[in-house]
């Protein structure tokens, strides 16, 4: 079993930064690409931020200059601090993680449980 645990949503005023945690647990081999989508009411998942094993990030373009997603390989976490949030960025963040797990060969993608993001005045 593979449990991805995220952790640090909220309510933030415009401006305002939040940063999100997920790290990975369970019967883990390896870790490849992690990152974050988002899902706001009545609109489609999109991709925030991935980093692959060795750091390299892509940013949505919404989100360039703002977010900063990183990770500690030996904690298995992923991490999205985001700075200057405006009210479009309200939505449900969940991470992911292509994982492969001992005993198995290949790489198979899991995902956090969704923590809400909430920016407003």
């Known amino acids: 079993q593979v449990q991805l645990v995220e952790s640090g949503g909220g309510l933030v005023q415009p401006g305002e930064s939040l940063r999100l945690s997920c790290a990975a647990s369970?019967?883990?081999?390896?870790?490849?690409?992690m990152g974050w989508y988002r899902q706001a009411p009545e609109k489609q998942r999109e991709l925030v931020a991935t980093?692959?094993?060795?750091?390299?990030?892509n940013y949505a373009d919404s989100v360039k200059g703002r977010f900063t997603i990183s990770r500690d390989n030996a904690k298995n976490t992923v991490y999205l601090q985001m700075n200057k949030l405006k009210p479009e960025d309200t939505a449900v963040y969940y991470c992911?993680?292509?994982?492969?797990?001992?005993?198995?060969?290949?790489?198979?993608?899991?995902w956090g449980q969704g923590t809400q993001v909430t920016v407003s005045s």
């Open positions: 992911y993680a292509d994982i492969q797990r001992s005993g198995t060969l290949r790489r198979a993608r899991s």
């Open positions: 980093t692959t094993t060795d750091g390299m990030a």
């Open positions: 369970g019967s883990i081999f390896s870790i490849g690409n």
